[in-house]
């Protein structure tokens, strides 16, 4: 189970702008009066479900329409094909007025396929599975000059999105106009591009994503279920609701591709990396892209470097979409154990061999809390451990740049000195509404009870969608430049009422100040408006005084026991330190850190969508034999906020994803002696790791051997 | 899900004449707890035309845990939680506690989890035709079988699901039905032979009730399940032991193993090497131990569950003999 343990949180206090501020959606989203686009079920409105491939590959062989549109409810039948391409891939779509209809019609369509050869993986492509190519010239004569070298090959599954509210949107008439309850990361995106399917003007359109439940990257775009919902939407004129079911979501909402990574490095014997070739093929199913990894990443000095050598490899699948840092946690994954494997070849400490070979300063000194924090010094060499529970400790490191987009936030003061916090921009799940609730609250210097946030909605001011981690640093800006000309106004004002110089003004807790001296208390200097004060805060996706400086940059180190008579990987321990700038709301910025670490730990241990080699047929589009992580899996979690005077707003929700796997991984390596180069590391995995030899030495040192102390 | 017509008796005999298949109800269905029956009635695998909710019957028997009985309709909550069992049989409730989730748990019946159905896959897609429905073939043998079985007994590669069943056979357990022409069946018998019938669930008729399940007791008796994943998982095996002991030395022993064959695979040569042993000589345990794989036959993707087996046992063995007061809990 995961804690967060009261004693640690002084790791953290002082470390935000809003230390103690909850979730302003919390409680609504705890008693279930939070309503998503999911739950925007009405009693007259149509269901659409779309017509999917039940196999990798098949053609249509015969559907009985005339069936369906005689089955009671059912009414529209749209079919635009016959060909199947992978498994949920969709030739139409049925329309009925209840979900009864769209059952019955689905069943009595009674659609006939014949199945196909297909093509279920990486491995079915010839190149993936042969050996590697000859490095550069560059890289050959780095690699033959250092003493030692080796090839190793890596992979890693497809991880697929599994939204707890699922794809989709609800659209509804009102006047002209249509709204669009939505399950997205960009409400205006869906502004964009619901329209084509509405035939409506975007001024006709208004999208409503107050809630949103869950989104990785793959709440981008409308989906097929969404243009589906759009067009029956349009020739009904009605209220139309297209939602995925449970299994639709593992099938056809994009995921993380695969990967098979591999390597060719030359090393010194002390561990400097001379020269490595790096070649990657990513398994996109039906798509021609997407499948790309992050490795090497940059972090680490790799001398000379022949890498962007990859491939998409095409198969029978459904394609990936953008998933939390698309392409990092994989390639973090391949680095660091080679790292590892690296290290231990040589008889070096792997923290040791990462302090060389990382020159970022944050980093260094963030290892040196890492280390202190998981119990570095209990750690003993890889491989040197014997009997049943094995202990391993494993690094793994993460950077994100300093993406950026224009937003804008209006915040309105209300004459009872209320303030109302207006953004377009979507919260999906992440804490944003509450990040911008209590940064103008902190910014004016007013509680945070005084603020409401109005958000999700495209007729409210535009920001950017959640991707790339960009939303809080580009609304922070312009949260800020709207606070202060929110305070300034009304600073003003006292100033001109009481005769005082509105520049010697402050506002601490709700009191306007001079000096030491209260002034007016904050509400009743609102109370003299007229009428409520709008302002308009903006920052242009460039440059802003309010930008600051900052970086995101993280490590994570993890502590696990391995059952090395059953395979089993338990994770104790997460040690996860993030930089994101200056954090904005404590509780939620490390909600987003635990989060990352429990994706990572079920990426790492867990998750893979399995095809039937056969058929190409998804075996477990379920939560059931679709493996997520649960509370008896999770390690304790410290996150550790890491500010450092930093003063501008920064990524936090895709770099904690990153290190985690890599660092599980690095671990399970020092605790049996080999490493698990597939993910995940499923018992089958580690006991056929166990029954190869010791990972070999071509250094010789002498082993550290004492039992580490038990820390569980 | 196709239309169908509900009912919910008050007495198990009024259920049962309900569940007999007639000119107006062709295929009536039993539900207790329901865990299962909506998945599969949704996938289209089965499409009753009668529920008979027998959740409002009213007899307390069939909800009662006693040290030698269980009420068939008693949840998997009630028999991880029940005293009366820690002391007289340990095995029961450690093995009803460790499955699926709280939740389900809550709900789910001792009788619906001796009658569910297999997890396997392809089983559970219907899509896929196999040998327990219409086919000729079964596709887990080429496909994916990761969760499949490593003794080939019979020609359907599926796992048997409860958790519970291999319990109640180490405690040579019966069941009580009604609503047939016997009034008890042996855990053993209740199952089918997988070589001569790979499709039925039990041998129980359409209208028979398990209304309780009887067992021997057996204070030394624990369950281990080795899982991927700790939070709702099925095992990739499981291993049950009871032994009766003389001091320190095992005068007899059960052992059984989940989730490596169609039914509950019951190991006597393991049994039997146990017999003399002291519950201190790990060496003879072990290689007792090392016998439960006697006979296994894997398919390419269930070799490792070769190695899990007699850790499985092992560790059954060993809780199981480490039981000296009901105080003491049986799963590690």
């Known amino acids: 189970m995961t804690h967060q343990p009261r004693d640690l949180r002084a790791i953290n206090s002082g470390q935000s702008v809003a230390d103690h501020a909850s979730r302003l959606d919390g409680l609504a989203k705890a008693t279930g009066a939070a309503r998503f686009g999911r739950d925007q079920i009405k009693k007259d409105m149509l269901w659409v479900r779309l017509i999917r491939c039940p196999w990798g590959r098949a053609k249509l062989d015969s559907l009985d329409r005339d069936a369906a549109l005689a089955t009671p409810g059912v009414v529209e039948v749209v079919v635009s094909g016959d060909d199947g391409d992978y498994h949920g891939d969709s030739i139409g779509y049925l329309v ?115 809630y949103v439940g869950g989104g990785f990257g793959s709440k981008f775009q409308i989906g097929k279920e969404g243009a589906a919902g759009g067009l029956a939407a349009k020739s009904s004129g009605e209220a139309v609701y297209s939602f995925c079911d449970r299994e639709e979501e593992h099938l056809d909402t994009g995921n993380r591709p695969s990967l098979l990574c591999k390597v060719n490095v030359g090393h010194d014997a002390d561990g400097t990396i001379r020269g490595a070739r790096f070649e990657t093929f990513g398994g996109t199913g039906v798509s021609r892209r997407g499948g790309g990894a992050r490795v090497p990443s940059g972090r680490f000095e790799f001398g000379t470097l022949d890498a962007r050598n990859h491939r998409d490899v095409q198969f029978n699948a459904g394609g990936p979409r953008a998933m939390r840092a ?44 890492a280390a202190d924090l998981i119990g570095w010094e209990n750690r003993v060499d890889t491989g040197s451990q014997s009997g049943t529970m094995r202990t391993g400790y494993g690094i793994g490191t993460c950077d994100w740049g300093k993406g950026r987009a224009p937003a804008k936030i209006e915040v309105v003061v209300h004459p009872d000195g209320h303030l109302e ?21 902190a910014r004016i210097g007013v509680p945070l009870a005084n603020i409401s946030v109005a958000i ?64 007016v208390r904050w509400e009743d200097a609102c109370r003299r408006l007229s009428e409520p004060v709008s302002v308009t805060g903006e920052f242009d996706g460039r440059a802003s005084a309010y930008w600051g400086e900052g970086s995101s940059e993280g490590v994570q180190a993890a502590r696990v026991e391995v059952d090395c008579e059953t395979g089993q990987v338990f994770v104790r321990e997460v040690i996860a330190i993030q930089s994101c700038g200056l954090p904005l709301v404590r509780k939620t910025a490390e909600s987003q850190i635990m989060g990352g670490v429990i994706q990572g730990a079920s990426y790492a241990l867990f998750e893979e969508q399995v095809l039937d080699p056969a058929t190409g047929a998804v075996l477990n589009a379920n939560l059931e034999s679709y493996k997520i992580l649960g509370s008896e899996d999770c390690p304790r979690i410290i996150p550790v906020l890491w500010r450092d005077d930093q003063t501008g707003v920064r990524a936090l929700g895709e770099p904690p994803v990153v290190p985690t796997a890599a660092a599980i991984a690095n671990a399970v390596f020092n605790a049996i002696g080999r490493p698990v180069r597939d993910l995940p590391l499923r018992p089958d995995r580690v006991l056929a790791a166990l029954a190869e030899p010791m990972a070999e030495r071509v250094v010789a040192v002498a082993p550290r051997t004492t039992e580490p102390e038990n820390r569980a | ?46 499409q009753p035309d009668l529920i008979i909710d027998l959740t409002r019957i009213e ?76 086919g000729d073939d079964c596709p887990a043998r080429e496909g994916d079988h990761r969760f499949h079985v490593i003794f080939q007994n019979g020609p359907c590669l599926m796992v048997h699901p409860s958790n519970l069943a291999p319990a109640l056979l180490v405690l040579d357990g019966e069941v009580e039905v009604v609503g047939g022409d016997r009034s008890r069946i042996a855990i053993r018998d209740l199952y089918p032979d997988p070589a001569v019938d790979w499709q039925s669930t039990s041998v129980l008729s359409p209208s028979e009730i398990i209304t309780g399940v009887r067992f021997r007791s057996a204070p030394n008796s624990a369950f281990i399940a080795l899982k991927q994943k700790q939070s709702f998982d099925w095992p990739m095996v499981s291993g049950y032991a009871a032994l009766e002991l003389d ?15 169609p039914r509950p695979h019951l190991l006597p040569q393991v049994d039997a090497a ?26 390419p993707g269930t070799v490792y569950k070769t190695t899990l087996l007699p850790v499985a046992i092992r560790r059954a063995v060993n809780a199981a003999a480490s039981l000296s007061s009901p105080d003491q809990g049986g799963d590690a």
Not at chain 1, 97 to 110: F, K, M, T
Not at chain 1, 167 to 196: C, K, W, Y
Not at chain 1, 421 to 429: A, C, K, L, P, S
């Open chain 2, 274 to 299: 146990l017999a003399g042993v002291s519950i201190d000589d790990d060496r003879r345990i072990r290689a007792a131990c090392e016998l439960a794989v006697d006979g296994a036959d894997p398919l």
């Open chain 2, 59 to 134: 007899d307390p028997t069939l909800d009662a845990i006693k040290p030698d009985r269980i009420g068939g309709r008693a949840t998997l909550a009630m028999v991880a939680e029940s005293e009366a069992l820690r002391t007289s049989a340990p095995i029961l409730g450690a093995s009803a506690g460790s499955a699926a989730t709280p939740q389900i748990r809550n709900v789910a019946t001792v009788a619906g989890n001796l009658l569910q159905e297999t997890r396997c896959w392809y089983w559970r897609m219907s899509q896929f035709d196999c040998l327990r429905k219409t």
């Open chain 2, 247 to 261: 001091g320190d030395v095992i005068t007899s022993a059960r052992t059984c193993a989940g989730a490596v064959a």
């Open chain 1, 326 to 369: 698309p392409g990092c946690p994989q390639g973090a994954f391949v680095e660091e154990l080679l790292i590892d494997e690296i290290a231990h070849r040589c008889g070096l400490d792997p923290l040791g061999l990462r302090r060389r070979l990382d020159d970022s300063d944050r980093r260094q000194r963030m290892y040196d809390v």
């Open chain 1, 96 to 210: 009925a007025r209840n979900r009864r209809g769209l059952e019955r019609g689905l069943r009595a369509l009674n659609a006939k396929w014949t199945r196909l050869d297909c093509q279920t993986g990486i491995l079915d492509d010839e190149q993936a599975r042969g050996p590697m190519d000859a490095p550069s010239e560059a890289a050959a004569k780095a690699i033959d000059a250092a003493d030692f070298s080796f090839e190793a090959r890596y992979s890693t599954p497809v991880q697929t999105h599994s939204s707890l509210e699922t794809h989709g949107l609800m659209i509804e008439p009102d006047g002209e106009n249509s709204i669009v309850h939505a399950s997205t990361q960009g409400t205006f995106v869906v502004a964009d591009q619901i329209g084509r399917f509405l035939g409506k003007r975007r001024s006709k359109i208004v999208v409503d994503c107050e």
């Open chain 1, 456 to 519: 999700g909605d495209s007729r409210l001011p535009p920001g950017p969608a959640s991707g790339g981690s960009v939303c809080t640093p580009s609304t922070a800006p312009a949260a800020m430049a709207a606070a202060d000309l929110a305070r300034e106004r009304i600073l003003a004002g006292v100033a001109e009422r009481e005769k005082l110089d509105a520049t010697k003004l402050t506002i601490d807790d709700g009191v306007i100040m001079e000096g030491g001296r209260k002034v």
């Open chain 1, 421 to 441: 916090v207006r953004t377009g921009t979507q919260d999906i799940g992440t804490g944003q509404r509450t990040a911008m609730g209590a940064l103008v609250a």
């Open chain 2, 1 to 46: 899900m196709n239309p169908f017509a509900y009912t919910s008796p008050k007495n198990t005999s009024d259920a049962a004449a309900l569940a007999k298949p007639n000119g107006d109800f062709a295929l009536p269905v039993l539900k207790s707890g329901g865990m299962d029956l909506l998945d599969r009635m949704k996938e289209g695998l089965e």
